[in-house]
């Protein structure tokens, strides 16, 4: 089994910054893509950002150029939000793409809310 722990929601003005947290830990073999999702109200969840285990990353569209991901050695991945909008509001979640001694699998967060509002 794999454990996400997600931090760092909160709060914030239009404009402002947060950074997202998630430790991945338990029974894990190799970790193969990290990445963040989000859901608003109502909305269906969307993609956010990848980072494999090269370090390569990706975005959407909605957020290049305003949000950066990355990742430590020790399996945890980060989401710095900058320039902040309301249309990020939303619940953000992590999603790593991971084996253990017996599968691999899709694993999720248990999601982190972010409100953006004056």
């Known amino acids: 089994q794999v454990q996400l722990v997600e931090s760092g929601g909160g709060s914030v003005q239009p404009g402002g910054s947060l950074t997202l947290s998630c430790a991945a830990s338990?029974?894990?073999?190799?970790?193969?893509?990290m990445d963040w999702y989000r859901q608003a109200p109502g909305k269906q969840r969307e993609f956010v950002a990848r980072?494999?285990?090269?370090?390569?990353t990706n975005y959407a569209d909605s957020v290049k150029g305003r949000f950066t991901i990355s990742r430590d050695n020790k399996n945890t991945v980060y989401l710095q939000m900058n320039s902040l909008k309301p249309e990020d509001t939303a619940v953000y979640y992590c999603?790593?793409?991971?084996?253990?001694?017996?599968?691999?699998?899709?694993?999720w967060g248990q999601g982190t809310q972010v409100i953006v509002s004056s």
């Open positions: 980072i494999n285990s090269a370090g390569t």
């Open positions: 999603n790593v793409d991971a084996s253990t001694a017996l599968m691999r699998r899709d694993w």
């Open positions: 338990g029974n894990i073999f190799r970790i193969y893509f």
